[in-house]
């Protein structure tokens, strides 16, 4: 089912599949292949990571270096959009995909946005900001996707930065078992719509706690198409994939 909103999909009763930065498991992580193929593969939509380039554009890759997932080095804020377009994004994974580049979230959107969902991840480990929530924010009102993505953090003050940005758009926050900084405390009294727990947290009293706080259920990073069973019959709302075939295959089984 294609969903108009996220808060429709979220309040539908389902349990989606989201692809985790794409297809993972089948393409280049954070690129535009990997989204489109998990589109394919008839996930419900995706969870992609945002960082701000030097020169003030959202782009996507995961870690705070572009050392693992392309054919540079450095962190990606130190880059301008062009150095990191001239980058190979592709070849690590496959040679097939040689060539495949770092997308910017706009061009996430315009390949996409009208058939995903998006779980935008905001990457943040500071106190202070680079500006990335208020660029996300500019993105998401150039195409019009308020109602589409769902924004989340690690970072409760990156958190706390975009819903005073944009008040409107669904937020998440992010958390496994055993952080250093003891985050969820931070997020006392922050109103927010979703919780995205690390899915070994997640149990029968964990979901009758988030259900009585309001809290929507969205989980990663599930592989095991066993534990995906598992989950749905918990009653999370969404199951994030490396492998969406598989887990879509999993839990309509």
């Not at 349990?15 to 394919?40: C, Q, S």
């Not at 690590?92 to 995909?97: E, G, K």
């Not at 997020?187 to 927010?192: R, S, Y």
Request: with cysteine; charged share 25%; net charge negative.
């Amino acid at each position: 089912m294609v969903f108009t909103s996220f808060k429709d999909a979220m309040a539908s009763g389902e349990t989606l599949v989201f692809g985790h930065r794409g297809a993972k498991d089948y393409a280049p992580m954070n690129t535009i292949v990997a989204f489109e193929l998990a589109l394919k593969q008839g996930a419900a939509g995706i969870e992609l990571d945002v960082h701000r380039s030097k020169d003030g554009y959202p782009v996507i890759v995961h870690d705070f270096t572009i050392d693992a997932t392309t054919s540079g080095t450095g962190r990606v804020t130190d880059k301008t959009l062009a150095e990191l377009k001239a980058l190979d994004a592709g070849s690590w994974f496959d040679a097939s995909f040689v060539g495949a580049q770092v997308p910017t979230l706009d061009e996430v959107f315009e390949a996409v946005g009208d058939a995903l969902l998006i779980n935008v991840e905001i990457k943040s480990m500071s106190a202070d900001t680079d500006g990335v929530e208020q660029v996300v924010a500019d993105c998401i009102a150039r195409h019009n996707m308020g109602e589409r993505v769902l924004v989340s953090s690690f970072n409760p003050m990156a958190l706390k930065r975009f819903r005073e940005i944009m008040p409107d758009v669904m937020i998440g926050f992010l958390y496994s078992s055993g952080m250093e900084i003891d985050t969820e405390s931070m997020m006392d009294g922050f109103a927010h719509e979703a919780r995205h727990p690390y899915f070994e947290m997640i149990d029968a009293d964990y979901m009758a706690w988030a259900k009585s706080n309001n809290y929507y259920v969205n989980t990663w990073t599930v592989n095991d198409p066993e534990k995906a069973k598992e989950l749905k019959t918990l009653g999370v709302n969404c199951i994030i994939t490396d492998a969406p075939d598989v887990m879509l295959e999993a839990i309509s089984s």
